[in-house]
C-alpha cells in the first residue's frame, strides 16, 4: 500500500502533494508559491503577506453564514534532520514516505508531519465541496520552527476570524490550551591554537534518539554535546587537546550526533573506552542505539592551546541542559528547560547554540540568562535572540468547552486538556488577535525534529473526522 490509498484519501493525498516540496525552514520559497497556487486554483481569495505567510478565505458554506469564522492555523516549514548516512539534499527532494506498522515515517530523515499534517487537513477543508463549515479564514505561517518570523511579521487586519485553531500538537487525545514561550542564548569566543603534536582521533558520537528540545526534554535522551564533552574532560595526563568539534545542528532538536578531533597520547585509548562503557550503560534504558567510537586520523595543524580547552570543557560541563523546573499548576508538565544544541570548535572560535523554554516568562529569562552567565564567565560574548511569547490558557474558552463535549459524545471518552512544553505560535497569534478564542490539537507524531518522526495512520482518520465534526457545530455569532 502507498500513503496517497491511506484513509482519509484526501488528507494523505495533500499530505504527499505538500511533501513532494522542499520546504526546510528560512527557504520556503517554493512552498509559499505551492500554497498560494493552491488557493487560487480554486478560486479562493488569496493572499501573501510581506513575510510569507499565506492566507486563503473560503465563505461560509450554505446555511452556515450566522457562525462565527474560524482560522484554521498550521505552519508550512518542517525541521531539516537526516541520519548521518542518509544521502538527501533537503532543498532539492521531496520527503520519501514509508509505512511502517501502522506508521508513516520517512527513509531516513525527518517526516514533515510537523507540521504538514495539519496543513494537508486545511488544504482538505478548503477544497472540499461536500463539507458543512462557517467562514474559513487558512494562515500558512512560514519560518514556525527557527524564530516564529511568520507569526511575529502577520499583519494586523487581514484576518477576522472569533475563533483559532491551531493544528499543530502531536498526541490525538489532547487538547492544548497553553504552551511554553522561548529564547536563544548563543555565544561566540576567539580561542588561542597552538601546534599539533603526538597522535589525532576521530571521535564519533551518534545513534541518539534525539527529538523536540521542549516535547521530548522530559524523556532522558542523550544530548551528544554533553556526552562528547564528557569523554575529553580533565583529560590533561593524557596530553588531549581539541583540534575540532561539530555537535549537533538545529537549534530546537535534542543533537544526536557529535564529531571531534583531538589530539592525545596512545594512553588515552584505555581512558575512552572506559568511559565510554559508563556513559552507555548511564543511558542503556533510553539510548539502546548509542555509538562512540575512536579512530585514527592524520594530525591536523593546529589544536586549541591547553588553557583555552579547559575552559571550553568546563563551561560546556557546567552548563545546565534538561529540565529545570516543574510546574506547580500543572500536574507533569515541564514549566522551564535548557537545551543544548550545538557546539562548534573550529577555525579558531568556539560557538555555542542552546534553546531555553518556559510557561513562566520571567522563569524563560532568568534561565537564559543563568546560561549565558556560564560562558561570560570564561570570557564568552553572549546574546540572546528570538524571543518569543507562552500563550496562557483561557478558563473561559467557549470553544474548548464545546470540543471537550463533542470529543466525550464522539469517543466516549475524555480528552486530556493540558498546556505544551513547546513553542506553538498562539502565543504570539493571540498577541496579534485580541480576543481570539484558540486552541491546539492533531494527530499522534512520534519523535518530531528526528529523523525518527513518524505519524500514527489512524490516528489522522481521528483527527480528521474530529475536525469536520468541530467545524459542523460551531458558535453563532454574537
Not at 490509498?5 to 511533501?19: I, R
Not at 510569507?52 to 482560522?71: F, L, W
Not at 510537523?114 to 478548503?126: F, K, P, Q, R, Y
Not at 575512536?294 to 580547552?309: S, T
Request: proline share 4%; glycine share 8%.
Amino acid at each position: 500500500m502507498e500513503v496517497r490509498d491511506l484513509e482519509p484519501k484526501q488528507v494523505w493525498n495533500n499530505f504527499a502533494n505538500l511533501n513532494d516540496v522542499p520546504r526546510p525552514s528560512k527557504k520556503e520559497e517554493r512552498v509559499i508559491a505551492f500554497a498560494k497556487s493552491f488557493g487560487e486554483n480554486l478560486g479562493l481569495e488569496t493572499y501573501v503577506d510581506s513575510v510569507g505567510n499565506v492566507i486563503v478565505k473560503k465563505p461560509a458554506s450554505s446555511g452556515m453564514e450566522n457562525r462565527k469564522t474560524v482560522i484554521l492555523q498550521s505552519h508550512l516549514d518542517m525541521v531539516h534532520q537526516k541520519n548521518a548516512d542518509t544521502v538527501f539534499d533537503f532543498e532539492t527532494q521531496g520527503i520519501q514516505m514509508l509505512i511502517e506498522d501502522g506508521w508513516v515515517t520517512a527513509n531516513g530523515t525527518t517526516l514533515g508531519a510537523d507540521n504538514g499534517m495539519g496543513v494537508a487537513a486545511i488544504m482538505s477543508l478548503l477544497e472540499s465541496t461536500e463539507i458543512a463549515h462557517p467562514a474559513l479564514e487558512a494562515l500558512f505561517t512560514i519560518d514556525e520552527e527557527t524564530g516564529m518570523t511568520g507569526a511575529f511579521g502577520l499583519e494586523k487586519g487581514i484576518l477576522e476570524g472569533d475563533i483559532l485553531l491551531n493544528l499543530d500538537t502531536e498526541d490525538d487525545d489532547e487538547f492544548s490550551i497553553g504552551c511554553a514561550g522561548g529564547i536563544d542564548t548563543n555565544t561566540n569566543y576567539e580561542y588561542e591554537t597552538e601546534p599539533a603534536t603526538g597522535q589525532a582521533y576521530k571521535i564519533t558520537v551518534k545513534g541518539l534518539k534525539g527529538g523536540h528540545s521542549g516535547m521530548d526534554i522530559h524523556l532522558g535522551r542523550g544530548n551528544a554535546n554533553k556526552i562528547m564533552n564528557r569523554l575529553i574532560t580533565g583529560c590533561e595526563n593524557h596530553n588531549l587537546r581539541i583540534a575540532e568539534i561539530d555537535g549537533g545542528s538545529l537549534r530546537n532538536a535534542i543533537p544526536r550526533e557529535s564529531f571531534g578531533i583531538i589530539t592525545a597520547q596512545e594512553s588515552y585509548l584505555a581512558d575512552f573506552e572506559s568511559r565510554s562503557i559508563d556513559i552507555k550503560n548511564e543511558h542503556a534504558i533510553v539510548e539502546s542505539g548509542l555509538v562512540i567510537n575512536i579512530e585514527e586520523v592524520d594530525l591536523p595543524q593546529n589544536v586549541v592551546c591547553a588553557a583555552d580547552a579547559e575552559k571550553i570543557t568546563n563551561s560546556v560541563r557546567a552548563m545546565h541542559n534538561g529540565v529545570y523546573a516543574m510546574s506547580m499548576t500543572i500536574d507533569g508538565l515541564v514549566e522551564t528547560s535548557s537545551s543544548l544544541s550545538r557546539v562548534i570548535v573550529k577555525d579558531g572560535k568556539f560557538i555555542t547554540q542552546s534553546l531555553q523554554r518556559s510557561s513562566v516568562d520571567t522563569a524563560k529569562i532568568d534561565v537564559a540568562y543563568t546560561i549565558g552567565a556560564v560562558f561570560k564567565l570564561m570570557g564568552c560574548d553572549v546574546e540572546h535572540t528570538g524571543s518569543y511569547p507562552g500563550w496562557s490558557p483561557n478558563p473561559k474558552s467557549e470553544i474548548l468547552d464545546l470540543m471537550v463535549d463533542k470529543y466525550k459524545f464522539i469517543f466516549n471518552e475524555d480528552p486530556r486538556v493540558q498546556s505544551c512544553h513547546a513553542g506553538l505560535e498562539c502565543g504570539i497569534l493571540g498577541e496579534k488577535l485580541p480576543g481570539v478564542d484558540m486552541i491546539s490539537f492533531g494527530p499522534t507524531i512520534r519523535n518530531p525534529h528526528s529523523p525518527d518522526e513518524k505519524v500514527k495512520i489512524d490516528t489522522v482518520d481521528k483527527f480528521w473526522h474530529f475536525l469536520v465534526e468541530v467545524l459542523k457545530d460551531t458558535p453563532v455569532k454574537s
